[in-house]
Structure formats: structure tokens, C-alpha cells
């Protein structure tokens, strides 16, 4: 009885604060129309509306109100800004800070909402973002191969466009969801990356469940549209490119990106064949440092890449009782000697760590 009582007022608390965001978000539109700033509400309503009916929302409630009262900061500031008008100084320290507030604001869409917390009170992992940062990575790149022939099979332009978005839409959230951070979408793919300071070690094994996922993820939207073209052309896929090493982020106000060789050789061998993960020579030797059970076979193939010649790559099968055991990995921020926090506290939760790990 007791425990029915409890689920009872936990979801009448949820409920409650479901009711308290959606005020919010209004508020946030109305102010936003007010003064003439094109924000947008960041999907809030599709994602609440989506977990209302869950028993545990509070975390992706609190997410979401973080991320809103961000951008009414952000508001807030540019209001502060219009007023002072002729102060040069001042003006200077605003624009600096509604730019450090847009970035937080931007890069909460696109991490695990388990890292949004983290993210938006250590200023030590928040660092790991900064502009600059050199960092080792798993980089991803994700082609839609043939994607001109789809184009001109769309029975309008409108279908196409609404098939690329959504498909766009469900990547990212398969990366997202993996622990990998959203990079763009190209017009014809993605590109994600995996960082050691959020994915883990095992950012080379996220990054392979990832691949399987968006593939899956492609056959399964593609059928389900098939509707929208004329022709139903069987041999389309995604071709996924896989390379790391080290890499600079590159953070603006607008946009979170990595640069470096991986980036580069993760998007050419994105020109595998539809169906096809290739990795590069680094990505093919993280996973061999791994010896994960989820890696059932590795084999060695090649691809030709434009003005450089044919190139060695290697193809990974998983092993698919073995694949959804990688959901169950604990996650958990690894930070380096320089960026690591050196509190009590934290010194507590990376010794109960260890002792998780160990047991």
C-alpha cells in the first residue's frame, strides 16, 4: 500500500512539474515574441510530451528547465545590452557572456541528458569543450550513398526533404544516445565524434554500436517511406567512415566541431559500399585493444580514395548477443591530470568507482 501511495505521488510530482515546464516554455515564447529574438523552444514540447507518462521524468525536466533558463539568461542579457547602448565597455563584457551562455545553451542539445548536469557544474568537464582543446577521439562520419539517385526518385521535393530530416533526426539521437556527441548534418550524412573526456575508453566500442544502430535505423526509415518515391532502389544505405587520434575542438557561439586527420579520413572512408563500417588503421587497433566479446570478426578490406590510391581498411561484424551487453557499460567522465577535479568529493566518487569496477 505504501509503495502504491509513492508511485502515486511521485507521478502527481511529475505530473506537477510537466505543468510548471510547459508554463515556462510559454513564458520563454512570449518574452521571446516580445522583443523581436528568433530562439527556438529546442524541442522542449515534443520532449516532454514524449516522457509525460513516465514514473521517472524528473531528470529530463530538470534538463529541459536548465536549458531554458539559459536562454531566458540569454534573453536577459541581450535586453541588458539594448540598454546600454554607448557604453562600450560594458557592451563588450555582455556580448562575451551571451556568447559563453549560446554555447552552453547549444551544447546541451547535443549531449546525453546524463551529462547535461555535469556539464552545466564542472567547470573542469566543461573545460574538455573549450575552444582549442586537443583531445583523442573517436571520429564518425556518415554517408548516404547514392543519396542524388534517392533525390530524383522522390515522388516531390517535400517528401524528400521530410525523409532526410527525420532520418537526420533519428542518427542523432542514435549517436546522442550512445554517448557520442552530435556534430552537423552534411545535406547527405552526419558527422559525430566520440571523445575519451565524455565517451569513456570504450569510445571506440560506443562508436561501433552507433554504426550498427544508424544502419538498422536506415533500412527501417527507408522502408517505411517507400512510399514517398517512385522508384524503391534496394541497394541504398549509409556508408560510415571510422577513424581517431587526436583532435582540436573548434567552439563557437553556434556550432561544436572537431578538426584534425581523423576527421578527414572518417569522411573518406565514409565512401564504403551502403551497409559497410570501414575503419581506419588507429580505429582497427583501438578495437583490438578493447578484446571486447562484442566484437565477433574483423576483416580486412580495402577502399579507393580519390587522388590518394587504394587504401587499407578493415571491417567489423558484431557479435549480436554479445551487442546489447554494451548498453550496460556504467557511464563515467575520465578526465587527465590537468582537467581532474580535486575535491573531497570527487576524489570519493572516483574511489567508489574503482571499487564498482572492481567488484
Not at 32 to 47: A, P, Q, T
Not at 183 to 197: M, R, S, V
Not at 243 to 258: K, M, R
Not at 268 to 283: H, I, P, Q, V
Amino acid at each position: 500500500m505504501e509503495e502504491k501511495d509513492k508511485n502515486k505521488n511521485g507521478r502527481e510530482s511529475n505530473e506537477s512539474s510537466y505543468e510548471s515546464l510547459k508554463n515556462r516554455i510559454k513564458q520563454l515564447q512570449e518574452r521571446n515574441g516580445k522583443i523581436n529574438y528568433n530562439i527556438e523552444d529546442g524541442g522542449y514540447s515534443s520532449l516532454i510530451e514524449k516522457y509525460k507518462h513516465y514514473s521517472d521524468i524528473n531528470k529530463i525536466i530538470s534538463n529541459s528547465q536548465s536549458k531554458i533558463a539559459i536562454d531566458e539568461e540569454i534573453i536577459e542579457l541581450k535586453r541588458q545590452l539594448i540598454a546600454a547602448k554607448g557604453d562600450k565597455e560594458k557592451s563588450l563584457i555582455m556580448l562575451k557572456e551571451i556568447e559563453n551562455k549560446q554555447k552552453s545553451s547549444h551544447i546541451i542539445n547535443r549531449i546525453h541528458e546524463e551529462a547535461v548536469s555535469k556539464y552545466l557544474n564542472s567547470g573542469d568537464f566543461r573545460a574538455n569543450f573549450e575552444h582549442g582543446n586537443e583531445t583523442f577521439a573517436v571520429v564518425v562520419s556518415i554517408d548516404i550513398r547514392r543519396s542524388t539517385e534517392l533525390m530524383l526518385k522522390a515522388k516531390t521535393p517535400t517528401d524528400y526533404s521530410n525523409f532526410i530530416t527525420e532520418l537526420s533526426d533519428r542518427l542523432s539521437k542514435i549517436i546522442i544516445g550512445n554517448f557520442g556527441i552530435f556534430d552537423k548534418f552534411t545535406g547527405d550524412g552526419i558527422l559525430a565524434f566520440f571523445p575519451h573526456f565524455y565517451s569513456g575508453k570504450e569510445a571506440i566500442l560506443r562508436a561501433l554500436k552507433a554504426a550498427e544502430e544508424c544502419h538498422l535505423a536506415f533500412y527501417e526509415h527507408y522502408k517505411n517511406c517507400r512510399n514517398k518515391f517512385t522508384v524503391f532502389i534496394k541497394d541504398v544505405g549509409l556508408g560510415i567512415g571510422i577513424d581517431c587520434g587526436i583532435v582540436s575542438v573548434a567552439n563557437t557561439s553556434s556550432e561544436l566541431t572537431v578538426v584534425g586527420i581523423p576527421v578527414v579520413y572518417a569522411c573518406r572512408f565514409s565512401g564504403a559500399k551502403a551497409g559497410d563500417t570501414l575503419l581506419n588503421m588507429e580505429a582497427y587497433q583501438e578495437v583490438l585493444d578493447q578484446k571486447h566479446a562484442m566484437i565477433k570478426d574483423i576483416e580486412e578490406t580495402e577502399i579507393h580514395i580519390k587522388n590518394e590510391g587504394i587504401a587499407m581498411a578493415f571491417k567489423v561484424k558484431i557479435d549480436k548477443d554479445q551487442f546489447s551487453q554494451s548498453d550496460a557499460y556504467p557511464w563515467e567522465v575520465y578526465e587527465d591530470d590537468v582537467t581532474s577535479e580535486t575535491t573531497p568529493a570527487a576524489e570519493e566518487a572516483k574511489t567508489e568507482n574503482k571499487k564498482k569496477k572492481g567488484a
